[in-house]
């Protein structure tokens, strides 16, 4: 009798082990099966457009058009306003906050106009293809004349497509050893590091590249949560020089020690990029003091607003 009884609880404990290992294995795949996942498709008529929702597991959405409008309907119609191509992106918000995102692209173009998306830089040390830029994407900041101390920097000019940030660098050489970019992704000096340089840049990121690296960065984003306000030096590294996040052409000599260089950015390394950004630059020399700075103080010697630079 008491060895029935004993058979009889090694199988009730065998029992109770499959229930539970089995209640393990399947709660993954019944959390995966509600993980909100975006999608969408399109149907154009002349310049509206009609949206439709084929997402998976969401509760809200919010759509950008591309054009500086947003929606949160499920399937918007947007009416565009120019024949061109915009860049459409829906995120959705699902179960405990997930979210998704899906971009496309919706092509209204009639080759009438210039598209944002097809600017783009050959990265060759040839800088003519900069003419070619509409000015309605070009950013550009020169030194001011006034300006005695931080000398390094000349110009700055600055356009991007969807996936990259082309930039054109004018500068003393005998004056510089690391070149900052300094990023505002979403024109809002609510967030990130308000700095020393800039008024109403809150740069989230921060590209430091040095020239015997050939620019390629460190790529840093501001850590908020620990910055004091945004006032404190608080970066987390994301990519090191490895990731090669920046791209360049060769260093083009000129006179007294002026080189220029182009080169851009890659978007991936630096995400969530709004359409409208905020950027400056800095030189830093060999002793890491600042040796060149656009745009340039003001000649009070107060801040200057930052370059906004219009992304598609």
């Not at 084929?54 to 058009?65: C, G, I, L, M, P």
């Not at 050939?214 to 984003?221: D, G, I």
Request: aromatic share 12%.
């Amino acid at each position: 009798m008491k060895n029935i009884v004993l058979i009889s609880k090694s199988i009730l404990l065998i029992f109770i082990s499959l229930i539970i290992s089995s209640c393990s294995e399947d709660e993954p795949v019944q959390i995966a099966l509600y993980l909100p996942v975006a999608n969408f498709s399109y149907e154009a008529f002349d310049k509206k457009v009609v949206f439709t929702d084929k997402s998976e597991n969401a509760d809200s959405y919010y759509w950008t058009f591309g054009d500086g409008e947003t929606s949160t309907e499920q399937n918007p119609t947007h009416f565009f306003k120019a024949s061109k191509r915009y860049s459409v992106e829906l995120t959705i918000r699902g179960e405990k906050g997930k979210t998704s995102s899906k971009k496309m692209t919706v092509d209204l173009s009639d080759g009438s106009t210039t598209d944002p998306e097809d600017v783009n830089i050959t990265i060759d040390g040839d800088f003519s293809d900069w003419q070619a830029v509409p000015s309605s994407m070009l950013a550009t900041s020169s030194i001011a004349s006034y300006v005695t101390d931080l000398v390094a920097l000349k110009q700055v000019q600055l356009c991007g497509n969807d996936n990259y940030v082309f930039f054109y660098l004018k500068a003393d050489a005998a004056k510089f050893n690391v070149v900052q970019f300094y990023i505002d992704k979403d024109n809002y000096n609510e967030t990130g590091f308000l700095g020393w340089y800039w008024s109403g840049i809150g740069s989230e990121f921060l590209l430091e590249a040095s020239r015997e690296d050939n620019l390629a960065p460190t790529v840093m984003e501001y850590d908020d949560a620990n910055g004091n306000g945004g006032t404190g030096w608080n970066w987390i590294t994301l990519f090191d020089p490895a990731a090669k996040a920046i791209e360049i052409s060769q260093f083009v000599a000129g006179e007294n020690n002026i080189v220029e260089v182009e080169g851009r950015i890659i978007r991936s390394y630096v995400p969530e990029l709004g359409r409208t950004v905020k950027m400056g630059v800095a030189l830093v020399d060999a002793s890491w003091a600042a040796s060149g700075l656009l745009p340039s103080k003001l000649e009070d010697g107060g801040l200057n607003s930052a370059i906004t630079v219009k992304l598609p």
